[in-house]
């Protein structure tokens, strides 16, 4: 089935540096959503996006969507230890009837205080 | 955040045993979801209901056998699994797109499944 790939897969960063990953799609996705996971929990949304070309911030985070459509990118300003955890994108693909989002496998960020 | 429950938090099962899962959302949606999460692999879905209807089964073994009664509840009947049925399983819903123009998906904490 449709995959996503992430990059980076994991982030090793000094607190107060800035971050960016992004997620590409084979096919022309309509949807980009970003997820954290926290160890033990589920996924938060952060951010949804539905327009090639939309930025939308949410605090120190803002998000892309490419484009191209086959694209998005997060990203996160003045890193904090509290960014550490698992950043997921998710994408729905305009060619898929019903509501299966494509997941990609994650960006593990580690901040160092 | 108390949109998203699911309960057990953790559940430690023999492949013999019969147990389930439970999920319920308080936000007036219309369409829940099984996801399994295993480590380092993208979230695996395994069913989708709309309006309390089965839309989609992802090839999911009948060892997994899930339940809508209503469109807040969402059950997952689990009886002689495998150890590779380890996980984490989580419970999403979301507003039937085709009602709502979106496709925002939330999710519950997840039940730590490990399988013995």
């Known amino acids: 089935g449709q995959q996503l790939n992430q990059s980076p897969q994991s982030m090793f960063i000094q607190e107060g540096e800035d971050v960016s990953m992004n997620c590409t799609s084979s096919s022309i996705f309509n949807t980009w959503l970003w997820y954290k996971q926290d160890p033990g929990e589920g996924p938060v949304l952060l951010i949804a996006?539905?327009?090639?070309?939309e930025l939308t911030s949410n605090g120190r985070l803002t998000a892309q969507f490419g484009i191209t459509r086959k694209d998005s990118f997060l990203n996160i300003s003045a890193s904090i230890p509290s960014d550490v955890g698992i950043y997921f994108c998710?994408?729905?693909?305009?060619?898929?009837?019903?509501?299966?989002?494509?997941f990609g496998a994650g960006t593990i960020l580690r901040v160092k205080s | 955040e108390t949109g998203v429950t699911q309960t057990p938090r953790h559940l430690v099962m023999g492949m013999t045993n019969k147990k389930s899962l439970k999920c319920e959302q308080h936000l007036g949606h219309n369409a829940m979801y099984w996801y399994k999460q295993s480590a380092k692999k993208p979230l695996e879905l395994m069913f989708v209901?709309?309006?309390?209807?089965?839309?989609e089964n992802n090839s999911v073994p009948s060892r997994f056998s899930p339940e809508c009664p209503n469109s807040s509840h969402l059950f997952l009947h689990l009886h002689t699994l495998q150890p590779e049925d380890s996980a984490l399983y989580l419970c999403?819903?979301?507003?039937?797109?085709?009602?709502?123009?979106?496709?925002?998906?939330?999710f519950g904490p997840g039940t730590r499944l490990t399988v013995t």
């Open positions: 996006l539905y327009k090639a070309g």
């Open positions: 998710a994408g729905y693909d305009s060619m898929e009837y019903g509501n299966k989002l494509v």
């Open positions: 999403a819903s979301s507003q039937a797109p085709w009602t709502s123009g979106t496709y925002e998906q939330y």
């Open positions: 209901y709309n309006f309390k209807e089965q839309t």
